[in-house]
Structure formats: C-alpha cells, structure tokens
C-alpha cells in the first residue's frame, strides 16, 4: 500500500484506480450510463410542478424567473453531493448517515424523506382526478379513484408496468411539445421582460410560498438521495464519478427539469398574467394552452397531467417507500414485495387524506408541493456534515467548490422553508379542519 507523506493513503489504494487516469467518456457512451437522472425527471414533472409553475407565471409574470438559476444551481449540487458521497463512502446516502451518526439519525431522515414523498404523492393523486375532471368532466374524485385502480394493477402485474410507462413517456412528450408550440404561437415571451426577471431577484408581495413550492419540487435533495439508489441499480462503478458519467446525468436531470416547468412558467405569464387569472381550479390550466390548441386545450392538458400524474405516482410512492426503509435499515428493492405492499398502503392512506380535503384539486396540489420541502432542512443537514469530513476525501482532492456550493444551498433552502411554512402550515390544518 502506498503511504503519502501526510500519512494517508493513496487514491488508487482506496479506490482502486487513479482518479486521474480515468478515461473520459464519449458523448456516446455517457448516453448509455445517464438513467437515474431521466427517471428522476420523470418523478419530479408530475401535476404539482405543472400546477406551481402555471401559478407563478399567471400570478407574478416575469418577476420569479430568477428563481430558476439557484434551481440550476441547487440541483445540480444537491445530485453531485449525494452522488460524491454515495461513491466516497461506498453507500448510498441513508447508508451513510447511518454509518456515521447512527440508527437514530438514519430514521430520522427516513421518515421525513418519506414525508416529503407522501406529501407529493398527495399533489399526484389529486393531479390524475384533475386532469380526468378537464377530459370527462366528472368529480376529480371519481378520476383519481380509476386511476389508483390501473396503478395497483401496474404495481400487482407483471410486465404492464413498462408498457404504461412508454405511454406515459409520450404523452410527457406531447405536453412538452404543446407548451413549446404555445410560446411560439403567442409569440414568444417579452425578451425584455424575461431577461429583467432573470437577473432581478426579488419576492413580490405574497410570494414567498409560491416560491418554495416552486423551488421544493424543481430542486430538493431527495431527487438526489433516490438517485443513490437508482445508481444501485444503474450498477454505477466508482469510476463513473470522474468519468464524466455522474456530472452528466445530475445536469441531463436539472436542465430538462428547468426546460419544461420554465416553459410552463412562460405560457402562464404570456396567456394568464395579463388577464389577472389566478388558478384555482383545473379548467385554468386547461387555457395555458388555449392560444395554440383552442377548444381541445382542456382535453390535451387534461392528458398531459394524467400521465405527468401517473408516472410521478408509479415512480414517487416506490421513491417514498425505498428512503423510508432505507433509513429503517429494511429491504430497498424496488421490485420487493414488501416495497409494493406498502406503496398500495400508502396510496390507501393519502387517497383518504385527498378525499377528506374541502378545497379545489389545484390548491392541494399546490399546498402539497409546499410540504414536499421539509425533506431538505432534515436530510440536507447530515449530507453537509458528511461533505465537509475531511476523511471522506482521505487520498484524493477535496471537492471545495462543492463544499462551499452545498453548504451556501442549504442554508437557502432552510431560510426558505422555515420563512413560508411559518405561515402555510396553519393555513393547511386549516384546510382540513375547514373541510
């Protein structure tokens, strides 16, 4: 074993290779190592991102489009840390915090990564009724309901889950392609404004909340902690860090995240803003695509949020259950039995919750978008903790821009969460209690 002159050990001992020999890869090859990142995308663009987005163009124009450079800036962190730190120590993130702070500390963020997910699991379930409610015009209720049911049979059955999710795929990629088409057919966004908005950060009255909705579930470091485990299954090798594999999978992830709810913020701004619409029921999203898509706007939309709805369904509630039996120390399988029962456990659970809930399916959405943030003060805290430990990088170079990015990220994020949930918590038990 080599021994370097400060005592440790050398890179290529501890891992196995030099870091600095590694071959870089192809743009060919990467392309076939990117996987976790596009499924990660897949979870995060459900009703709730369609929703939040839609609300922050109609609601504030412009005004909020700086939010989506610390979105860049915090998603990418947050992926590439978790990712550091799942290669470094050899575990992915739960694992780790276990081995380092213990059983309690593991459960601990277990059981709020999981609340995050079921949260937003919430805004999915209520999503699907929506958008059968903008297709049939019947009770968003009775939407959900045949939704769960095709969603037990996909979960229960084997094979259907794969055929579903390339429908699925396709009607993402047709919501993509209507939200495109409609900036270009109202054409185009105000350059000036846009540019204004972008590189002027300021919260307009009333904003606040709307803005961590919009931050929780564009960039949260739960994306990045599944991703750990994603990369399990991806069969990642250590040398996929520094080969430009994991780099390029964290950025594939954020900038496709950033493309399609930033469009989406767009067409609310060009479409709602200017008539003062303010969105609090499902037909509303329905005329975001109303300059492009005319009558059939409300049947298009109400097929983009089923299958955003769904695919976040099938792949957040599996999301929820892996990081809670994760941190509990149990089986993480995504194809587990146990993992799967528990998921219909869940969706039982949170469909009651939906069904108890008075208010319109967009404001649960939203209100459930907003709690989704309690996962990154909680788990964030611990992976800075581990980021900083100087024997994590014992070997090879200390990532000291990451360090200093994740910890500046962190803060942001906990400065958000504890400023709009000292407000938004009371007016959600309210809700409820109301109902």
């Known amino acids: 074993m080599e021994v370097l002159t400060n005592g440790e050990v050398s890179a290529k001992d501890r891992l196995g290779f030099d870091p600095a020999e590694v071959k870089k890869l192809t743009f060919k090859e990467i392309l076939r190592k990117v996987g976790p990142g596009i499924i990660l995308t897949g979870i995060v663009i459900g009703p709730g991102n369609i929703t939040t987005s839609a609300m922050m163009g109609a609601n504030y124009g412009y005004q909020m489009m700086w939010l989506l450079i610390p979105i860049i800036i915090m998603g990418i962190t947050f992926t590439m840390t978790s990712y550091r730190i799942s290669i470094m120590t050899g575990m992915p993130i739960l694992h780790a915090i276990r081995h380092y702070y213990g059983g309690a500390a593991s459960a601990f963020c277990g059981i709020a990564l999981f609340l995050s997910c079921f949260f937003f699991t919430l805004g999915n379930i209520t999503g699907t009724g929506a958008g059968m409610n903008l297709i049939f015009g019947f009770d968003w209720r009775i939407g959900s309901l045949i939704m769960l049911g095709v969603l037990a049979f996909c979960y229960l059955t084997k094979g259907v889950y794969s055929k579903v999710e390339k429908g699925i795929t396709i009607c993402i990629i047709g919501m ?253 038990i309210n809700s409820f209690i109301g109902g």
């Open 176 to 428: 993509i392609v209507a939200f495109f088409a409609t900036l270009i057919s109202t054409g185009g966004p105000s350059w000036g404004l846009m540019a204004k908005g972008l590189v002027t950060p300021a919260f307009p009255e009333g904003s606040f909340t709307t803005a961590l909705a919009y931050i929780s579930t564009n960039a949260a470091v739960t994306a990045g902690i599944y991703g750990t485990y994603l990369g399990l299954e991806k069969k990642w090798k250590k040398e996929d860090l520094f080969n430009g594999a994991m780099r390029a999978d964290a950025i594939t992830h954020i900038v496709t995240v950033v493309l399609i709810s930033g469009a989406i913020v767009l067409v609310g701004a060009i479409v709602l803003n200017p008539t003062g619409t303010a969105i609090k029921a499902p037909a509303q999203l329905g005329d975001l695509l109303r300059p492009f898509l005319g009558s059939a706007a409300p049947i298009v939309m109400g097929i983009a949020i089923i299958g955003a709805g769904f695919s976040s369904l099938l792949g957040n509630t599996q999301r929820g259950v892996v990081l809670l039996n994760a941190g509990l120390d149990r089986e993480t399988g995504l194809e587990s039995k146990p993992v799967k029962i528990i998921c219909i456990i869940c969706l039982a659970v949170a469909t009651v919750i939906c069904f108890t809930y008075g208010g319109s399916p967009t404001q649960l959405i939203f209100i459930a978008n907003v709690a989704t943030s309690i996962a990154t003060p909680v788990a964030g805290l611990f992976m800075v903790l581990i980021l900083w430990k100087d024997e994590l990088f014992a070997g090879v170079q200390t990532p000291r821009v990451l360090q200093i990015l994740m910890t500046i990220c962190y803060v942001f994020a906990v400065f958000m969460t504890v400023n709009a949930l000292r407000t938004q918590i009371p007016n959600l």
